[in-house]
């Protein structure tokens, strides 16, 4: 029984050049549909960032202004999900509204100093607990809108930079396969990682520093031809100096 003649040791095989292909198109699209998802997100975000308190908040605007309420702290306790610690506050505001529960963000000041009975400031906006404080102290909740979209964004650009390279080097994989060229040595592959984690770092840094997805992208998009141009170039005097 004839076999198919196995790739000569050093070149790509079918499988690898097929599993490359396969990991990238799975991470271009990702991001694209986090992409897709993130234009409502990132509106609220931005909505959050620019709501004034309720004290300085016209009449018109009063809806979105960032309120403060007294209230009373009933427990606090801690949990585990997926083996992480989370720290739980149940206050209450009295009047009509039951107590409630939030999730603290951390074991950080706040949830450190309060007890049962203490008397906290809750912060709100559009009906959403986002920080409580207890005298100088201030603590965010894990529903304080923007980390959310700011991280779904910078997964995004993360994902489509490396997916992008998986694309790219099984386009290169697939080259050398079929031109039976050379095993590409160790200090190739050190410089493409090394200028994808650059790339990949100034995506995430964008990411942080906007709520624009119009923006981050082509500030990603100049990172990754900064470190790529880079990565070429040192290449390529690797390259001279082997010859």
């Given at each position: 029984m004839n076999r198919a003649p196995a790739s000569p040791?050093?070149?790509?095989s079918l499988m690898g050049v097929t599993l490359a292909a396969a990991a990238g198109s799975v991470m271009v699209l990702a991001a694209v549909v986090l992409f897709a998802l993130l234009p409502g997100s990132l509106s609220e975000a931005r909505d959050?960032?620019?709501?004034?308190?309720c004290s300085e908040a016209s009449a018109p605007e009063s809806g979105d202004c960032l309120s403060e309420w007294p209230a009373a702290v009933v427990s606090t306790e801690t949990g585990r999900k997926h083996r992480t610690a989370t720290h739980w506050a149940t206050v209450d505001t009295g009047g009509e509204m039951p107590p409630f529960r939030v999730r603290m963000r951390g074991d950080g000041p706040v949830w450190k100093e309060i007890a049962p009975g203490d008397r906290v400031a809750v912060y709100a906006w559009r009906g959403l607990v986002w920080r409580l404080g207890s005298g100088e102290?201030?603590?965010d909740t894990t529903g304080k809108p923007g980390r959310a979209s700011t991280a779904a964004l910078a997964t995004g650009l993360v994902l489509l930079i490396i997916g992008s390279v998986f694309l790219r080097g099984a386009g290169r994989l697939h080259r050398r396969r079929a031109t039976r060229a050379p095993a590409a040595r160790a200090s190739q592959v050190v410089v493409v990682v090394a200028a994808?984690?650059?790339a990949s770092g100034i995506a995430v840094t964008s990411a942080v520093a906007t709520d624009s997805l119009l923006l981050a992208l082509p500030v990603a998009a100049a990172g990754c031809a900064a470190a790529w141009t880079a990565s070429a170039l040192l290449?390529?005097?690797s390259a001279r100096r082997e010859a």
């Open positions: 040791p050093g070149r790509p959050f960032r620019a709501a004034r308190p102290l201030r603590q994808t984690l650059l290449l390529r005097r």
